[in-house]
């Protein structure tokens, strides 16, 4: 019992932690419950499903998918598209991720080629990988859209004759906030989306309990032994980045439609960084993820993500401070468990080694 | 054809074809109305400006820490150095001297802490130090808001909290080593001598430095660290001082960076340093576990040169600015042929 | 003996290493359901004859195998270990295959997992299948009643103990629909007695279900408790093939050494020539213990005579490599070691070095070599940093290297040893395995060492060199009276070269011997089936 109570301690200490931090944070910020839980909501509607993405990746033993970045861009492309032929609402939405998969496929194709053959370090060549790839998605925009590829729209195109602008008001804006939106006093549940969300859930869930899924959790857990019981290790590894790729297009999908405007080039650098940080704010390691860390962990993470530089310029009167540390506190998280991660798995071999003693 | 075979594998494919591309430039820039003067100019200050932060990959490298993505930790050091020579209103030689000496304390300071932490992260060194680095940046940035300096050309005028954002350095020690025993050849050609000598006064230093017992003990460790223990050394001490002495030379090259550039830049700027530099050591011909002098030297040339004289060229040739694409995609190409590479 | 009722059916089979034979026209039959006890020394071929039954990709790399194996009637050419287990071979290798992670359930189904179809199956293949996990749990259930052991069926496997490890090994082989055969590779070296005799007993029952086991134990008595028959491999022959009804353990070990050997009159001559060693004894082990992966050294004590050559020796795992990785402060050890009178602090490699010991590791890629370095960095690199050679000091305060001096030792040592190479600046990687292995020995030499420790000097060289390595180290004892301590699994080799020989047996030291003792004394030592009580001083 003793014991069972300290393991949940021990794994749940980063979300209680952040909770701690809130529940400081929060008196000084000032702001209104309401207006915290309709900003958690928001937040939950934007970022979960990119949060959800990265867990694959962690099942099948290849750590933080710092390469989601070839997704969201895969899901930027499809919504220049569908931006370029005027569909609207959910179904050009629906356009977008239909024209976004093709691509993630193949960008997730590469991607687990390359980390097929960077074992072991998987996180640090998967985020190298990602920026080369925001190279190929540059030029491609800059300079093939509106030259080789035609576009009509002219508020679409640079100026100059060809390039896509830098900044993109998305028409498709809220297609899937505003299926199904419910007011509850005062504030906005964007059910379609939750829905969407809800589903990703459950595809989850229900994933590790195929046959697929246990190989992903065996490759994850013994790459030797799942090798030489019969299961296709590299394939398997494919298989967990190409859906994570996917998912990660869509992920930014949802995430573009509740903004509403398109940072054509910069938009997705930070992405992988805060997807991955709420997710270990949410409990996870980089060796084990649940759909619960994601969610919680996305939920805390934005919370403090909203509290915070407001709460650091009242209390120093600096309000770039707040801002740094923000930067600081996501950063670092990120930091702190890779650290715990190396550690700990340094001292389970320790550990392995004691017993056959 | 055996002798183009043994140079092609002796010099590397990358290398070859971007000297091949270089040289090109070189006699293409003429033609957009880029005299070739300028190109080399460029060149030269471009390599004597980054060299040093390029030298500063080699003893990690060697270590078997793998590449530093870290070096943001040895670039905020030599940036405190550089503020607090500022802040004493030191000018001229003492000056830089004095940034330099703070820069290489700090860069020890802050490589000691930085060196604990990979050597408690055994094997997953490279994507730690990356986030030890962004994270370190940030806590600068909250550093560079709230110490009280007081210097009013550092910091941020019209009532704003902290230091500028760029801090301009030629009125305290700007271009102290690039104007140094400058030989002007032509109008838009002169040669930073100064610089130059000073890069290569460190490639010296780290030659010698790998000279002597200690360096060949990390060069052991870096080697086969199981064979290092064997012979009575202690891994993790080794790794700890390739560790400091990498940031420590870190820090002395942005100082250097700073002065032939004109401005110290804070906050979000270190961040940026981090990729060049490992892509051009490896562009250089080194790998994860071995690099060279020669790596830095061949490499900062190959990969500034191409940076400076591709989007010139380009620019005036069909007006288009791809600088930013090309860097991005040639220095994270590089880095990622490298870790696929199998290892030994 | 009906042709159909044979299982398992080899007919010259023989396998070369580069030239080297390991196998040499090996036959026997297996019956179905028969328990066959595969007996034979460390690199009489056992394991290279395993590998072949079981398809492995080494041996088709290395140029497939000679002769013909018939696996249940059909010619069996498996080009894979997966081939072998759709036949129907199971095998239970001596490093677990377990994910630790997993529940005993989900690793006896590993890869093998019953599955339900869903809709989204249907559309996209069977690899989305839903596991049946009550299914699962059943199958799992089972095996452990066929093997009589009660374990549950949901507890995770890096929460069990060692003993139990084993038993979930077998019954994810014998869960296998059609599996016909077992191969067991010393599946009772991790048991506890009680759990040992719940295992023999289980291999009883399944090979009255009609499946044939090939059973490899270096502990005599379970084979001749539980096979059916029994197979002795001697250098790649097989020696013996034959039931085991009424033959004593003493007999086995007899085959496994064999009787009269040409090492007996070499170590007799050798004894005449060198003369009688020092009387004292210079270096003492008490209570040593190493806690060394795979080589584990429960407690072990041994004294050496000061100028002698002092070997051990032993079955592999038994813990013999464990010794000198433990003395030297390679892996954690404790007990008390002694030399010329003073203690030599353990877990510190520099202490052991600074105490005049020197250690050619048996690992020669993985610890003695700086593959990617020069001859003279490898040779001198050791002197250098624990002595201070080589070095000269610049400005009179910096140590630098002495790049000549470095040169003039390592030409030196390449004339002594005769090692092929271009240069004292060529790559080690780039020399053959018996030049590498001088390379090692020049690196102890260039410590000057009073006690020198050398583990498995002739692993992986061919003959000549063999000869010559062995040649070096005798003449280093012989000019310098350097006292050595050599730690290998040829028996002979040990013979040829020492003076005493001391016999580690899972963990322990069986006995000393003098070598010309009789071979099958060594061979009782090792398997265990001769103790000494009372430990040998003279």
Not at chain 2, 35 to 50: A, H
Not at chain 3, 464 to 472: C, H, P, R, T
Not at chain 3, 506 to 516: D, F, L, Q, T, W
Request: hydrophobic letters at 50%; charged letters at 15%; proline letters at 3%.
């Amino acid at each position: 019992m003793n014991k069972r109570m300290r393991y949940i301690l021990v794994n749940s200490a980063v979300p209680l932690l952040f909770i701690l931090i809130s529940a400081v944070a929060i008196p000084i910020s000032n702001f209104s419950g309401m207006y915290l839980l309709s900003e958690i909501i928001t937040r939950l509607t934007r970022n979960s499903f990119m949060v959800l993405s990265l867990l694959l990746p962690v099942m099948a033993g290849m750590g933080i998918n710092f390469g989601l970045i070839l997704g969201a861009m895969a899901g930027q492309i499809g919504l220049i598209f569908v931006t370029e032929w005027g569909i609207l609402g959910a179904g050009g939405l629906t356009v977008a991720a239909i024209v976004g998969t093709p691509i993630a496929i193949l960008f997730g194709w590469f991607a687990g080629n390359v980390l097929n053959r960077a074992k072991g370090r998987e996180m640090i060549t998967s985020m190298i990988f990602g920026l080369f790839m925001s190279g190929i998605y540059q030029f491609f925009l800059l300079y093939l859209c509106g030259s080789i590829i035609p576009f009509s729209r002219p508020n679409l195109i640079l100026s100059r004759g060809y390039g896509v602008r830098n900044a993109i008001d998305l028409e498709v804006m809220g297609g899937f906030d505003n299926l199904l939106k419910v007011w509850v006093n005062g504030i906005a549940f964007p059910v379609g989306t939750f829905i969407i969300i809800g589903v990703l859930c459950v595809f989850t869930w229900w994933f590790r309990k195929t046959k697929l899924g246990q190989n992903m959790r065996a490759v994850g857990l013994d790459l030797d032994v799942s090798g030489s019981s019969g299961i296709p290790v590299e394939k398997t590894r494919m298989q967990a980045v190409i859906i994570s790729t996917v998912l990660s297009c869509y992920g930014q999908i949802i995430y573009l439609q509740n903004v509403g405007s398109l940072n054509t080039y910069n938009g997705a650098d930070q992405a992988a960084l805060f997807a991955a940080a709420a997710l270990l704010v949410g409990g996870a390691t980089v060796s084990r993820a649940t759909v619960v860390n994601g969610i919680v962990g996305t939920a805390l993470f934005h919370l403090n993500f909203i509290v915070m530089p407001v709460a650091g310029k009242n209390l120093t009167g600096q309000a770039m401070l707040g801002e740094y540390f923000r930067m600081f506190v996501s950063y670092g998280i990120v930091t702190t468990a890779l650290i715990l991660h190396a550690w700990s798995r340094k001292k389970n071999t320790d550990s392995a080694r004691a017993e056959r003693k | 054809m055996s002798n183009v075979n043994a140079l092609v594998k002796n010099v590397g494919l990358p290398r070859i074809i971007i000297a091949m591309f270089l040289l090109l430039m070189f006699c293409a820039g003429p033609f957009f109305g880029i005299p070739t003067d300028t190109s080399v100019d460029d060149v030269l200050v471009r390599f004597g400006m980054n060299g040093v932060l390029v030298l500063s990959m080699i003893p990690m490298i060697q270590s078997g820490c793998g590449l530093n993505f870290g070096v943001p930790v040895g670039v905020v050091a030599g940036a405190l150095g550089a503020v607090l020579s500022l802040e004493l209103n030191l000018t001229g030689p003492l000056g830089i001297l004095v940034a330099i000496i703070f820069g290489l304390f700090f860069g020890a300071v802050f490589g000691f802490g930085y060196g604990l932490i990979l050597n408690r992260v055994k094997g997953d060194e490279m994507i730690i130090a990356t986030y030890v680095g962004f994270s370190m940046t940030y806590f600068m940035c909250m550093m560079w808001i709230s110490l009280p300096f007081q210097n009013p050309s550092s910091l941020t005028g019209y009532g704003g909290e902290g230091l500028r954002v760029t801090i301009s350095v030629q009125d305290y020690w700007g271009g102290q080593l690039s104007e140094l025993l400058k030989i002007p050849i032509s109008s838009h050609l002169v040669i930073p001598t100064g610089m130059l000598l000073f890069f290569a006064l460190m490639c010296f230093l780290m030659w010698g430095f790998f000279k002597t017992k200690v360096g060949t003990a990390i060069t052991a460790v870096g080697s086969n660290p199981e064979f290092a223990r064997a012979s009575g050394i202690s891994v993790d001490k080794m790794r700890l001082i390739s560790v400091v002495v990498s940031t420590m030379v870190a820090a002395v090259g942005i100082i250097v960076y700073e002065q032939s550039f004109g401005f110290i830049q804070l906050y979000d700027a270190p961040r940026a340093f981090a990729f060049p530099s490992v892509a051009a050591i490896l562009l250089g011909g080194a790998s994860i576990n071995k690099a060279n002098i020669t790596n830095v030297i061949v490499g900062t040339i190959l990969f500034q040169g191409m940076l400076t004289l591709t989007p010139a060229v380009i620019n005036s040739a069909i007006q288009i600015d791809a600088s930013e694409m090309v860097r991005i995609i040639v220095s994270n190409g590089m880095i990622v042929y490298a870790l696929t590479r199998k290892a030994r | 003996m009906a042709e159909d009722n044979i299982m398992l059916k080899l007919t010259g089979v023989g396998k070369k290493f580069d030239d080297v034979a390991v196998l040499k026209d090996v036959n026997f039959t297996l019956e179905k359901g028969q328990i066959m006890g595969l007996v034979g020394e460390n690199g009489a071929g056992k394991s290279t004859l395993m590998r072949i039954i079981f398809g492995m990709n080494v041996i088709a790399e290395t140029g497939g195998y000679d002769g013909e194996v018939f696996f249940d009637g059909n010619k069996a050419a498996f080009t894979s270990p997966q081939d072998a287990l759709k036949a129907g071979i199971g095998m239970v290798h001596q490093e677990f295959s377990l994910i630790p992670g997993f529940t005993t359930t989900e690793n006896i189904l590993l890869n093998m997992e019953k599955t339900k179809p869903n809709v989204i199956s249907k559309v996209f293949g069977k690899t989305l299948e839903t596991l049946d996990m009550p299914k699962m749990r059943e199958r799992a259930a089972h095996a452990f009643q066929t093997l009589g052991v009660n374990l549950s069926t949901d507890e995770l496997v890096s929460e069990m103990p060692v003993g139990h490890k084993q038993f979930i090994e077998i019954a994810r082989e014998i869960d296998r629909e059609h599996v016909k055969m077992l191969v067991l590779d010393e599946p009772t070296a991790v048991l506890t007695e009680s759990e040992a005799e719940i295992l023999l007993a289980a291999m009883r029952k399944i090979a009255e279900m009609g499946i044939s086991i090939i059973f490899i134990s270096h502990r005599l008595a379970e084979i001749t408790s539980v096979c059916d028959k029994i197979v002795v491999l001697r250098d790649g022959v097989v020696v013996v093939e034959n039931s085991t009804a009424g033959v004593s353990v003493h007999q086995i070990a007899d085959w496994m050494v064999g009787r009269e050997s040409s090492a007996d009159a070499v170590a007799a001559k050798r004894h005449e020539e060198k003369g009688p060693s020092g009387s004292d004894f210079v270096f003492e082990v008490k209570n040593l213990w190493v806690d060394m992966p795979g080589e584990t050294v429960r407690d072990v004590s041994f004294k050496v005579r000061r100028g002698e050559i002092f070997g051990i020796g032993g079955l592999a795992g038994h813990g013999k490599l464990g010794v000198p990785n433990g003395i030297m402060g390679l892996s954690p050890a404790g007990g008390i070691v002694s030399f010329d009178g003073k203690e030599v602090s353990l877990n510190s490699p520099i202490s052991a070095l600074n105490g005049g010991l020197a250690f050619v590791s048996e690992d020669r890629r993985g610890v003695g070599l700086l593959l990617d370095e020069p001859i003279d960095w490898n040779i001198c690199f050791n002197a250098m940093q624990v002595q201070g050679k080589f070095l000269k000091k610049v400005l009179g305060v910096v140590p630098i290297r002495d790049e000549k001096a470095m040169s003039a030792c390592a030409r030196q040592y390449i004339e002594e040893l005769s090692i092929k190479c271009t240069g004292e600046k060529q790559l080690v990687k780039q020399l053959s395995g018996g030049n590498q292995q001088k390379i090692c020995l020049a690196k102890a030499f260039a410590l000057s060492p009073s006690f020198l420790i050398v583990a498995e000097p002739t692993r992986g060289i061919d003959v000549g060199a063999k000869q010559l390595v062995l040649e070096a180290l005798r003449r280093y004892n012989r000019e310098n009276g350097t006292t050595i301590l050599m730690i290998s699994s040829e028996l002979e080799e040990l013979r040829q070269t020492c003076d005493r020989i001391a016999i580690i047996c899972e963990g322990k030291i069986a006995g000393v011997r003098a070598p010309e003792t009789n071979a099958v004394d060594f061979g009782l030592l090792m398997s265990g089936e001769i103790r000494d009580d009372v430990e040998e001083t003279a």
